[in-house]
């Protein structure tokens, strides 16, 4: 009897034991997006993926439960075409703040942990206002009427 294939089997079969990585998928971003995510201890490798229909600015942060390190969490360009933003996570969380342009992003959240562990990922979206044209003529009507009355003013 052969053991080569069944020792081989048998060794992805453990690597893969200790081994967390999922991909999420999101949709469009809602106003706030929330993931948890566990293991039985090996490397943490997920991947949460949206979209955003406008600029927007998106605020994140990552908590663990049990020992996680390193411990990492990033956002890319679905393309990987633009600098990413990339953060440690650990201990009391910290929110960190992005704006985003309209289109595919991605998540990933990066770790090792000994034994057992949990992370919660939450993303917070809000669409960065655009100042309608109206908005500009306001502000150009009242900066004129500014400069006449300190004209007036000096001419008295």
């Known amino acids: 009897m052969n053991l080569k294939p069944l020792v081989a089997t048998s060794l992805l079969a453990l690597a893969s034991l200790g081994t967390h990585a999922a991909t999420t998928d999101w949709g469009t ?6 993931s948890l995510g566990l293991t039985a201890g090996g490397v943490i490798y997920d991947k949460f993926t949206f979209t955003l229909l406008e600029m927007s600015t998106v605020a994140s942060s990552v ?15 679905a393309d990987d ?22 289109g595919s992003y991605y998540y990933y959240v990066f770790g090792f942990a000994p034994s057992v562990a949990a992370y919660s990922i939450n993303s917070a979206a809000v669409a960065t206002p655009v100042p309608e044209p109206e908005t500009y003529a306001m502000l150009l009507a009242g900066l004129g009427v500014v400069g006449f009355v300190a004209r007036r003013r000096r001419a008295d």
Request: charged share 5%.
């Open 63 to 77: 908590t663990s439960l049990g020992n996680i390190a390193p411990a990492s969490y990033g956002i890319f360009n």
């Open 29 to 34: 971003h809602g106003l706030l997006e929330s």
């Open 81 to 102: 075409t633009a600098t990413p933003y990339s953060w440690n996570f650990g201990g009391a969380p910290t929110v960190n703040e992005v704006t985003l342009s309209a």
